[in-house]
């Protein structure tokens, strides 16, 4: 499975957006970018994904490097509510749908 | 719609016990994966099944082993606990039929298991 490689942590100030970088240098051609993330006391669950593309939904922004050797969640205004630990994760198209997780980054936020 | 619901959500076990944890998956989803995660880490993949049967494995010792129901529902079994076992056990659900990158996993909140 392709590497990645996360900031084990960052803070932001509350109501102010964030960036959080992941290298993936190692990254294949069909490998989608997966991004969970895990609240205090709860199961990770799905934020987004993309391939190469930007890609916007609800929750956050994905911006690919043209090169895709990195990529970058933006949370558009942080809320208290979205501390957590952060992964992001390299998905193959081809089937093998499990989730090979790192240490992800710890994201405090500051009121 | 309920979502991922596991049971119970706290266990203490002794060494060298046997422990059963259950998984019931989202409404909808046939496919039902476990991972391990231990204090500070990422979650580790344990095992997946469909069909009733075991289609990957992570690298995990036959200790570990499972179940899935004709219901779509699971279960995890260890036997011969370790205290290295204590960790959050978290099940995962999905549907088989959206292959590859469409695959999302939605997790339950885990089984909490402390060997003692």
């Known amino acids: 499975d392709a590497k990645t490689t996360q900031p084990n942590s960052m803070e932001s100030n509350e109501e102010e957006p964030v960036h959080l970088p992941c290298n993936h240098s190692?990254?294949?051609?069909?490998?989608?970018i997966h991004w969970y993330r895990q609240l205090p006391s709860q199961g990770p669950e799905y934020v987004i994904h993309g391939l190469t593309s930007n890609v916007n939904n609800r929750m956050a922004s994905l911006a690919i490097a043209e090169d895709r050797k990195s990529s970058t969640l933006i949370l558009h205004r942080a809320t208290l509510r979205d501390a957590a630990v952060y992964y992001c994760i390299l998905l193959s198209n081809f089937g093998n749908e499990k989730l090979t997780f790192g240490t992800g980054t710890r994201l405090t936020i500051i009121p | 719609d309920a979502g991922v619901t596991q049971s119970p959500t706290h266990l203490i076990k002794t060494r060298g016990q046997q422990v059963t944890l259950r998984c019931s998956p989202k409404?909808?989803?046939?496919?039902v994966s476990w991972y391990q995660q231990a204090l500070g880490q990422g979650p580790q993949f344990i095992f997946q099944?469909?069909?009733?049967?075991?289609?990957q494995r992570g690298n995990f010792p036959d200790r570990f082993s499972g179940h899935q129901f004709p219901n779509y529902s699971s279960e995890l079994n260890v036997n011969a606990l370790l205290l290295g076992d204590s960790a959050l056990y978290l099940c995962?659900?999905?549907?088989?039929?959206?292959?590859?990158?469409?695959?999302?996993?939605?997790f339950g909140a885990g089984t909490r298991l402390s060997v003692l």
């Open positions: 190692t990254i294949s051609g069909t490998d989608y």
């Open positions: 995962a659900s999905s549907l088989a039929s959206l292959v590859g990158a469409k695959n999302i996993q939605y």
């Open positions: 409404s909808g989803h046939d496919t």
């Open positions: 099944y469909y069909e009733e049967e075991e289609r």
